[in-house]
């Protein structure tokens, strides 16, 4: 029963991630108005919104205008809803810890997926992933590990990716005549820092860093992309930070 409750709880997270992926590039309230179909606007039945059984009963479609759903809806749900159970089989049986991480994860994935579309980081995504990180910082296992006690592992990892962050910003708007890391990525990694200590942030930084590499170099050779044309490193960052996440060390 455990396992059912940890995947439910997991496609939650991702109807929600769902929700404010559509609502926020929109500048759009999380709350008001309730869940509506985007194109004929009518508000959709708590029995339409259920992950991923909605979208197979109403076959992909609007109940009352039959325009098509997207299918990243219910992929987001199965995606949030693996990832949540592979955290608990990870961390079990550290319950409180697998809820504030599951929380951590969904929070990157919508900074992520908003990154990506709209090449900003809103501050109040970045602000409420440093919140949560303190707000779980005591039941955090990757803060207590080694001789540092878990509130100095969680400022040194702060301070650490706030500043390592801002000096490659700096370094890249004076040196290079580009912008190597945008404010929000800034801030991104003050909460990174919190989440994942000191070590993790470079963790986190090495994976961006390769990931976002590789995908720029994809899409040159792909003639997608210009040379010195900028790609959204959010993505590549909540994924390093995603990976440090389900790293257990015990």
Request: hydrophobic share 55%.
């Amino acid at each position: 029963m455990i396992w059912l409750a940890v995947t439910l709880f997991g496609l939650a997270l991702g109807s929600f991630a769902n929700a404010a992926i559509h609502r926020i590039p929109m500048g759009l309230s999380l709350i008001r108005p309730g869940s509506r179909c985007p194109q004929c606007e009518h508000p959709i039945a708590f029995y339409d919104n259920i992950p991923v059984l909605s979208y197979l009963w109403l076959r992909g479609s609007c109940r009352h205008c039959r325009a098509p759903i997207s299918i990243r809806y219910p992929c987001v749900e199965i995606l949030m809803a693996l990832w949540t159970l592979s955290l608990a089989l990870i961390w079990y049986p550290q319950w409180t810890w697998i809820v504030f991480a599951s929380t951590a994860s969904v929070n990157l994935l919508i900074i992520g997926w908003v990154d990506f579309k709209t090449y900003l980081i809103p501050d109040s995504l970045s602000l409420a992933f440093f919140l949560t990180a303190l707000a779980g910082a005591y039941w955090n296992p990757i803060l207590r590990f080694g001789i540092v006690p878990w509130w100095g592992a969680l400022m040194a990892g702060s301070l650490t990716g706030f500043a390592f962050s801002w000096v490659l910003a700096w370094i890249g708007q004076k040196w290079l005549q580009q912008e190597a890391l945008g404010g929000g990525d800034i801030k991104l990694l003050a909460g990174i820092g919190a989440w994942v200590g000191l070590s993790g942030v470079f963790h986190a930084l090495l994976i961006a860093s390769a990931a976002g590499s590789l995908y720029g170099l994809s899409l040159i050779f792909l003639k997608r992309l210009k040379r010195r044309e900028p790609i959204p490193f959010g993505p590549f960052l909540a994924l390093g930070t995603l990976f440090r996440l389900c790293l257990n060390f015990r």
